[in-house]
């Protein structure tokens, strides 16, 4: 029989935990006060022990100290104050807590740092015992030269070599740790000019160019002065295509002027097409450089709305002709409402492309408006079956109720009681409960991953019923069940939702829709960018709003608070909606992208269609945003009181029309 990898490991926390969770395991509603107390004991003591200190649990009444230890989470109270204290702690307490909990969490990140520990005592020995069994293989690039450091001072040098160069040929500056790793690859003769000139190559690929300067000085003068044009070309690309002419003719002069041809188009599309116009009569490019540097050129030339788009677009070689010039092609073609056009570039999309829903609405409407009442009719009428952003604006285009579809996700109630009490998905559960949301999640996501997709199904109920909507909108999606309208488009914080909308002045539905989009209701979440919280607000911006409405902030701990969040993220939202004269796509990307960019967007004289304008947003992520919230805050709407908000309501023409006072007297109305 063959058992995962995940089963394994879940065995192994079922013996661990078997005592703990055999009382936690039953929903409170069954345990009465005793998980209730559990759970607050924890909450009170928790960070106490992350700080390193004991004596909130040491100071604990004897029952109390009794329940918290057989409370499922009790490894991490205990490993969050072992972390906090490595150090100081004793070696065999903190291997004893790892023999006993080894596989859970709290002990995994507690056997990290303590790896790290032992390599700051210089017990490298140590450190490799740990290295071999829990982290050889995972291709860690500071572990790994850790581990080789290891073998360098244990006399195991010959064991480097394979190793040490993998790690070495990367287009990329590597971890600290891996220079004694190489200083001993150089020393010994290891590290050959071929490997120099290797990874130089990859670091002009990466466009990592002090990275390649650097490289170059061990190899020759030649690399070194190639690298500098390469600097030139990022910090000036205008400039350096200006002085083209005092370049050598060379493969690596021709990948340079294409690399500032493209650095340019991202300021100025027109002037970079002009000045590599101008290269390309001096220097034979390869077929391949031209078409890519052209392709970039005419992509951004119609994501910036420049007269010629369509005509570079459509010439472009065949080679390079992908689908998204093709979609770039068709954009351009509406926003020109060039309806034979587009209909003409529909056609020549792939397959695929050409039956998404986007394509399949725009070449009804075409069809439309040159006359082929019947064929848009059909086409729309298929579309208008579908619930979502495409599929009610076929249904207006027909005047034809909404597809909302609903369906309750049905599961076995034994099946989803017995997963309940499986011991990682009670941590899971508690975990939540307790507000360390982010650790919860990692490990419902490491147990569900190796679920049956009826188990799945199961899940994502268990997790709606507990109110972790992001696990439970995750999984229901992870098996394809879209339908169950309550469960993916739930109204957590309603009475909040709705009392600060209405201060702000907007809907609440919309702006569930951009809670729902942003952070799928995760109180914790933080994005690449730093916008933090549930409706994903930037610091900068939550301490603006907070200041208007002259509110306490106080950084993370205001935006990770969900009511807080909710009240500043909603006077954002209502902050956008006055600054376009209420118009909730402009709005809506505005919350996205920022106002400045929304304002570079807007069309520099008449008005267009909302729905074209929305195509033609330049940021992929913005334009599939401002859909998923339109079509969101139908949805929410119905889900609130069974009425619906036509989507064609919400999309007014697009005009350049700011007015600025309006932003001013928004502020002293709110600061009242």
Known sequence: MHVSIGTLRYITITAALLVQTSASAQPAGAQGAGLDLERRLFESVYESAERGEWDAVAGLAASERDALEDYVLW????????????????????????????????????????????????????????YASYYQGLNDAELDCLALQADISSGRGHRVAGRGRGLWLIGKSQVDECDPVFEFLKSTGQLTDADYRERYALAVKAREFSLARWLGRSIDEAHVREARLWLKAQSDPEKFLRSHTKLDDSAATH?????????????????????????????????????????????WTARDKLPNAHALLAKLDDGVRDDEVMRWRARTSLREQAWLRLLTDLA??????????????????ALGKIGQVNAAQSALERLASERGYYGFLAADELGEAYAFGHSALVVDEAALDELGKRPEFVRARELFHVGLDGRGRSEWDAAVADL????????????????????????????????????????????????????????????????????????????????????????????????????????????TDPIANIRLGTAYLGKMSDRYGGNRVLATAAYNAGPHRVDRWLPEDGAIDARIWVENIPYNETRRYVRRVMAADVIF????????????????????????????????????
């Open 637 to 672: 709407q119905w889900r609130v009181d069974g009425t619906v908000r036509r989507l064609r309501d919400t999309l007014p023409l697009v005009i350049r029309n700011l007015d600025t006072a309006a932003d001013d007297q928004r502020v002293a109305r709110l600061s009242r």
């Open 348 to 365: 020549d999309m792939s397959d695929e492309e050409r039956s998404s829903d986007e394509w399949r609405y725009w070449r009804a409407i």
């Open 452 to 559: 049956s997709a009826q188990q799945k199904k199961a899940a994502a109920v268990l997790a709606d019923r507990w109110g972790w909507h992001s696990r439970a909108i995750s999984a229901a999606a992870s098996v394809g069940q879209y339908d169950d309208l309550s469960l993916r488009y739930p109204l957590p914080f309603r009475s909040d939702f709705e009392q600060h909308a209405q201060t702000a002045r907007i809907s609440p539905t919309w702006a569930y829709g951009i809670a729902r989009s942003e952070s799928l209701f995760m109180r914790d979440i933080r994005s690449s960018a730093g916008a933090i919280g549930l409706m994903q607000l930037m610091p900068s911006t939550g301490r603006s709003i907070a200041r208007e409405l002259r509110l306490p902030y106080s950084g993370l701990d205001t935006l």
């Open 255 to 299: 990948r340079q002027l294409a690399y500032a041809a493209e650095r340019l188009t991202y300021r100025d599309p027109a002037l970079a097409l002009e000045l590599f116009e101008a290269v390309q009569k001096r220097y034979r490019f390869s077929a391949e450089l031209a078409g890519d540097t052209a392709r970039h050129i005419a992509l």
């Open 75 to 130: 490894p991490d109270l205990r490993g969050a104050y072992l972390r906090a204290n490595l150090k100081r702690a004793e070696r065999r307490e903190i291997e004893t807590f790892l023999d006993r909990y080894g596989v859970l969490k709290p002990a995994r990140e507690l056997r990290y740092r303590y790896a790290l520990e032992l390599v700051r005592r210089g017990d490298l020995d140590a450190y490799h015992d740990i």
